[in-house]
């Protein structure tokens, strides 16, 4: 229905969680569940092309602490709270604070479909004009980077400049000298994400033992050598872009350490307990045949 788009649930109850991501699933929404704020938040970023819909009653931050912080970081987000115990002050103080609707246990399935696909529907064209605005902003910049009037040319632009409005990751192919950092470039700087660091890291240039603390950084003392605390690319990316270079040369035994980072978007540095939240573009790029390679 929207591809692309999920809807974000949160609700401490495992019965009622259940309950309602069912009601969503049969209604062919994507729902992404979690049982408390601080989960959800962390796989929240501007942009992020979802509805929340939550709980008011949470334990540790509730609901409205919740739609005050999503509102912060993203105030066309569209955030439906749900209660049990709302009263009109509550729901005039939500609405207020950004909420995009307000629903009272006991509610319809019906009604809470009805509502979600609305919020959907604006967060769709929300997306939409957003692309519309940076493909506008980014046309006469990007033909002037990405030179050339021949049809695959102005096929690679029209394709950098969608994707570079999205948040997808992506995976560059093309023989050495072809202009992949080049079209890496591209995709952040005609991205939401431009404001923030585009850091490259060759994956073949790196001994193996340097890999890991090249990326995730390290903690003074985490090894013989480590005289202080270094932040590796990943966080240096931070809130913009990693392009990870001759991606086929990365050694196979660091490749489940970088997945586990890829599908959690956490990371420890080396000497470190503490995972730390990461909102990171990755682009990847090679030469080879990766599909031939794994097999």
Do not use: W
């Amino acid at each position: 229905m929207f591809d692309g788009f999920k809807v974000v649930l949160i609700d401490d109850d495992p019965a009622v969680r259940r309950s309602l991501v069912q009601t969503l699933e049969l209604a062919s929404f994507e729902v992404e569940a979690f049982g408390s704020a601080e989960q959800a938040l962390d796989r929240l970023a501007p942009g992020s092309p979802c509805v929340v819909v939550t709980d008011v009653r949470l334990p540790r931050m509730d609901g409205m602490a919740l739609l005050q912080r999503l509102m912060q970081l993203d105030r066309n987000l569209p955030v439906i709270l749900i209660t049990a115990h709302g009263d009109v002050g509550l729901a005039v103080e939500a609405m207020r604070a950004g909420a995009y609707d307000f629903l009272e246990k006991p509610f319809a399935p019906d009604r809470l479909v009805d509502v979600t696909r609305r919020a959907m529907e604006k967060r769709a064209l929300s997306a939409e004009v957003q692309s519309l605005r940076l493909q506008l902003a980014s046309r006469p910049g990007i033909e002037s980077t990405l030179i050339g009037r021949s049809a695959a040319m102005r096929t690679l632009q029209q394709q950098v400049q969608r994707l570079a409005a999205t948040a997808a990751d992506v995976m560059i192919v093309g023989e050495t000298g072809t202009g992949k950092e080049l079209v890496a470039r591209c995709l952040h700087d005609y991205s939401p994400r431009r404001e923030r660091n585009f850091v490259a890291i060759n994956c073949g240039g790196l001994p193996e033992t340097l890999l890991e603390s090249e990326l995730f950084g390290h903690e003074m003392g985490a090894f013989t050598t480590a005289a202080k605390k270094r932040v590796g690319k990943f966080e240096h990316a931070n809130g913009g872009t990693l392009l990870l270079d001759e991606i086929e040369s990365m050694p196979m035994s660091f490749q489940v350490k970088l997945l586990r980072v890829l599908q959690e978007r956490r990371l420890e540095r080396l000497g470190s307990n503490e995972e730390i939240p990461i909102d990171v573009r990755v682009v990847a790029a090679t030469k080879a045949d990766l599909r031939a390679l794994s097999e």
